[in-house]
């Protein structure tokens, strides 16, 4: 199932994309997978693509999850981020006890020692969006 979902993620098809992107999210923790999973969150020619993989990532409810979603605003165009946006606001900020996992998340992340200052420096963006007493 991997080998096919990372054949998958090259596919000229969109929905082809995303459902690799949906399915490579359960293995973000393997280095090469999280490669892919960057490039599928940037992904160049449909931002369903984007989405569908940032979902499927915050849907794991862990910090590499939100780092991969986080770090992929770096060099990110518009339309992009706006589609990284609504995979926060869909998944994120459904219920308060899913944004107050997700702030547990992003305070950890904006402290994170991991060498990503866009993870980080959108971590703290968003604890001060959610939290607009901290700014």
Do not use: Y
């Not at 606001?89 to 702030?103: G, M, T």
Request: with cysteine.
């Amino acid at each position: 199932m991997l080998n096919a979902a990372l054949r998958a993620s090259t596919s000229p098809i969109w929905s082809d994309r995303a459902d690799a992107g949906r399915q490579l999210a359960a293995h973000a923790d393997v280095p090469a997978v999280a490669e892919v999973l960057r490039r599928l969150l940037q992904d160049g020619h449909d931002t369903a693509v984007t989405q569908k993989t940032a979902e499927a990532l915050l849907e794991r409810r862990d910090l590499q999850g939100l780092r991969l979603v986080l770090g992929a605003f770096a060099g990110a165009d518009f339309d992009t981020t706006d589609h990284l946006g609504d995979a926060i606001l869909n998944v994120c900020r459904q219920s308060d006890e899913d944004q107050e996992h997700f702030e547990g998340l992003a305070t950890d992340l904006a402290s994170d020692a991991e060498p990503d200052e866009t993870a980080r420096a959108q971590a703290r963006l968003l604890l001060r969006e959610w939290n607009p007493h901290l700014a």
